[in-house]
């Protein structure tokens, strides 16, 4: 299996600040990553396939960069709506996993 | 608009069968390239994937289930079902189902279910 690392698990940041997660592959899966991002209560919304493509109707504050193993995303100003857990997650190959997830909190 | 909606008993006794459904609306499990998924996620962890079940009727299921674990799919109603068999309390989740949106290659993660949630207990 692939085993996907979140870092940090947790952050917390200012209003406006910019905000960056990490996600790591234990082996290469190209571009099939996408990120999620979960409010208490509701399921994951999607925020960014292919390593790096926007979801039609996500805000352009979001954006991802990486290939083969190293990821990120990237919150450019931050704001109080942002405040959730964000999960990376490999669809390269079977069994597709998850990231251990990054919990965004506001100051 | 493609909306799922997860249905089934929120509770289930131990060594028994969990069975959920998936209504697809505004949309069919039996045509395109899509794919359609169960994805859990136990009380204060990260989601974890099931199984996906393709439009031709394929499914590819997670190896930690797949001996108590049955995904099917009925075209005429465009539902999908999950059944796991002998149940423990580790089974206990809010259980979604979702769409794999194909885009150029790529197969997201681009829609899911409200979720509900299943407690395993006597």
């Known amino acids: 299996d692939i085993q996907m690392t979140q870092s940090p698990s947790s952050l917390s940041a200012s209003v406006g600040d910019r905000v960056t997660i990490t996600c790591r592959a234990s082996?290469?899966?190209?571009?099939?990553l996408a990120w999620f991002q979960q409010k208490p209560g509701k399921a994951p919304k999607a925020l960014i396939y292919a390593a790096s493509t926007l979801q039609s109707g996500v805000p352009s504050k979001f954006s991802g960069s990486g290939s083969g193993t190293d990821f990120t995303l990237t919150i450019s100003s931050l704001q109080t709506e942002d405040s959730a857990t964000y999960y990376c997650q490999q669809y390269r190959t079977y069994p597709l996993t998850f990231g251990g997830g990054t919990k965004v909190e506001i100051k | 608009q493609l909306q799922l909606q997860e249905s089934g008993p929120g509770l289930v006794k131990p060594s028994e069968t969990l069975s959920l459904t998936c209504t697809v609306s505004?949309?069919?499990?039996?045509?395109?390239?899509?794919?359609w998924a169960w994805i859990r996620q136990p009380p204060g962890k990260g989601p974890e994937w099931i199984g996906d079940i393709y439009s031709s009727g394929s499914t590819y299921l997670s190896p930690s289930l797949q001996s108590r674990l049955t995904i099917s799919a009925d075209t005429s109603r465009d539902q999908f079902s999950l059944q796991l068999r002998s149940v423990t309390a580790a089974d206990t989740a809010v259980y979604y189902c979702?769409?794999?949106?194909?885009?150029?290659?790529?197969?997201?993660?681009?829609?899911w279910g409200r979720g509900t949630l299943v407690t395993v207990s006597s």
């Open positions: 505004g949309g069919s499990v039996s045509s395109g390239s899509d794919h």
């Open positions: 082996q290469a899966i190209n571009l099939y």
């Open positions: 979702a769409r794999r949106l194909a885009v150029a290659g790529h197969w997201y993660f681009d829609l």
